[in-house]
């Protein structure tokens, strides 16, 4: 494993340099079960793409015009 990145959902390796990848970070606070634990999971595309038809309500959306 090159950079040690995997998918949380699937297991697949996630190569930087050739695709991208959904990065969740939440410190969980006071009136959570997880108070003072940080959680930070990644999501392929593939993954990403599968989860949203389970929505109820659409992603915000907006197009980029310049990629950085």
């Not at 969980?28 to 930070?40: A, E, P, Q, T, V």
């Amino acid at each position: 494993m090159k950079n040690g990145k995997v998918c949380n959902v699937c297991g697949k390796v996630l190569d930087e340099t050739q695709e991208d990848y959904l990065v969740i970070e939440k410190e969980w606070g006071y009136f959570s079960n997880k108070d003072g634990s940080h959680d930070r999971i990644r999501v392929c595309e593939t993954c990403y793409d599968q989860w949203l038809e389970q929505f109820t309500q659409p992603v915000d959306r907006q197009q980029v015009t310049e990629l950085v």
